[in-house]
């Protein structure tokens, strides 16, 4: 029997480590300049919680969970995102009781059911961040700074940035009425999916796929020209921030773009999406948006919070496709070639050498060149040679694979030559 990984998976081998390293590491230095503080919760949590966090007519809870029944009879779901998940905790664990905001990151696996494509996979990995407890546009001028240094400390260029308000409640309601009352006077030009979609989330219409909607789309009414109170106040305050923005960043750009919604239900306000200059949106490298009613919904005390959420996988094929550079994986500082009798004597220095902090691998037991080749092959700073004559004389032979690598007797034992390794500078 020949067994497959799931379709939408991935096994990332050793060769593409470096890249998960540059998207990981980058993250958590970008979320520590920020102030942001690791969390993890759960790989699978109560169905419930997508189900009214993420909202059950969301493309996502509708088709995309992977939910099942365990052994206790209890509704599980395989995280589709970690923002539900993030202020689940927040209110669990009391997090309120902290001084707010309460600055949070995660990197971690999510499931969601979609047709495998191009950076659009079942298990895919998030780096997110939430910032929780604070209503202010410093704020969300804040997590789009993060989202933008980070595409920038990765070196990836031409990414746009579009941000969009979707209101409050409030002015929601009349502004989902005209734009329904717009799109029901065109309808007929309207194709099939759209006529659908207008009638379960009429939002959704505007970031529609289709091109015949598209151009329907942009003559549709703003949101932002019904925001009203405070959410317009927030607003203002936040594009002159975002302007401000340049002088820290002389790079950075936005457009406001009236067809940018989002695909989940608990977003207020501002929203905003990262994408490479020439994608179509399955291109989104960073998405998020401030979800002040999500606390209340999830059954939690009224909690304004924001944060983002960016595709690792989408970030390495952008790393990838603009050729940027990862640091190429070290290989041990040793390997042990060992001929005749010595391989005992060979595991034994392999274990000495180990132990004072020098990486190393005892080569497989054939003969001597296919041991070098191995040495090479494992990218080896040096090699160790013993024989039985090196083993009777208490000397072993000590290669350099680096440049210009030389070749010397040392004494056999492990710290003469972790000493010697250490000398070269070849560690
Ligand atoms: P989202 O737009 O559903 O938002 O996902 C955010 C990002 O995750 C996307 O822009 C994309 O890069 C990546 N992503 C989503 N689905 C897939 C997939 N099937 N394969 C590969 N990558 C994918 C959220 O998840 C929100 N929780 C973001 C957020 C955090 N909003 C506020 N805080």
Same mark, same amino acid.
């Given at each position: 029997?020949? @067994?497959?990984?799931?379709? %939408? ?34 790989? @699978? ?36 995102? %970690? ?63 993060? %989202? ?103 790079? @950075? ?20 999406? @990262? ?23 999830? %059954? ?5 919070g924001i944060g983002f959420a960016g595709g690792l996988e989408r970030l390495i094929l952008e790393l990838k496709k603009q050729e940027l550079p990862v640091n190429s994986t070290k290989g041990p500082d040793v390997v042990v070639v060992t001929l005749g009798d010595a391989r005992a004597a060979g595991a034994a220095l392999a274990s000495g050498l180990r132990a004072t902090e020098v990486s190393t691998v005892l080569a497989p037991k054939r003969s001597m060149k296919a041991q070098m080749r191995y040495a090479n092959q494992q990218n080896a700073s040096n090699v160790v040679?013993?024989?039985?004559r090196e083993v009777e004389n208490g000397v072993a032979s000590v290669k350099s694979l680096g440049e210009g690598g030389g070749q010397s007797e040392v004494a056999l034992d492990a710290a003469s030559i972790a000493e010697h390794v250490r000398s070269n500078g070849n560690q």
């Amino acid at each position: 029997m020949n @067994f497959k990984r799931p379709r %939408g998976t991935a096994d990332i081998l050793p060769d593409d480590q470096p890249y998960w390293g540059k998207v990981y590491d980058t993250a958590r230095k970008v979320a520590h300049q920020f102030g942001y503080r690791r969390i993890d919760t759960p790989t @699978f949590e109560d169905t419930n919680l997508f189900e009214r966090g993420v909202g059950n007519e969301t493309d996502i809870v509708q088709k995309e969970m992977y939910s099942f029944e365990d052994h206790g009879g209890d509704m599980i779901t395989l995280r589709p995102e %970690g923002t539900a998940s993030v202020c689940r905790a927040y209110i669990e664990n009391g997090l309120h009781n902290q001084p707010q905001p309460v600055r949070l990151y995660y990197a971690a696996a999510m499931y969601r059911y979609e047709r495998p494509q191009a950076g659009r996979v079942r298990q895919f990995h998030q780096f997110g961040v939430e910032a929780i407890g604070d209503p202010s546009p410093e704020v969300d001028a804040e997590v789009i700074e993060l %989202g933008w240094k980070y595409i920038a400390d990765l070196g990836i260029k031409n990414v746009t940035l579009r941000i969009n308000s979707l209101g409050d409640a409030e002015g929601r309601a009349d502004y989902i009425n005209d734009l329904d009352k717009y799109f029901l006077g065109v309808v007929d030009q309207l194709p099939k999916v759209d006529q659908d979609r207008l009638k379960r989330a009429p939002l959704r219409v505007l970031d529609s796929k289709a091109r015949e909607t598209q151009a329907i789309a942009n003559a549709a009414p703003k949101s932002v020209d019904y925001i009203t109170g405070e959410a317009k106040e927030h607003w203002e305050a936040l594009l002159v921030l975002l302007d401000n923005l340049k002088q820290a960043y002389p790079d @950075f750009s936005y457009t406001v773009d009236h067809r940018l919604v989002r695909g989940l239900d608990y977003y207020n306000r501002t929203v905003f999406e @990262f994408e490479p200059a020439e994608s179509g949106s399955q291109g989104t490298l960073i998405a998020g948006g401030r979800y002040d009613p999500l606390m209340g919904i999830l %059954g939690g005390q009224e909690t304004p919070g924001i944060g983002f959420a960016g595709g690792l996988e989408r970030l390495i094929l952008e790393l990838k496709k603009q050729e940027l550079p990862v640091n190429s994986t070290k290989g041990p500082d040793v390997v042990v070639v060992t001929l005749g009798d010595a391989r005992a004597a060979g595991a034994a220095l392999a274990s000495g050498l180990r132990a004072t902090e020098v990486s190393t691998v005892l080569a497989p037991k054939r003969s001597m060149k296919a041991q070098m080749r191995y040495a090479n092959q494992q990218n080896a700073s040096n090699v160790v040679i013993l024989g039985d004559r090196e083993v009777e004389n208490g000397v072993a032979s000590v290669k350099s694979l680096g440049e210009g690598g030389g070749q010397s007797e040392v004494a056999l034992d492990a710290a003469s030559i972790a000493e010697h390794v250490r000398s070269n500078g070849n560690q």
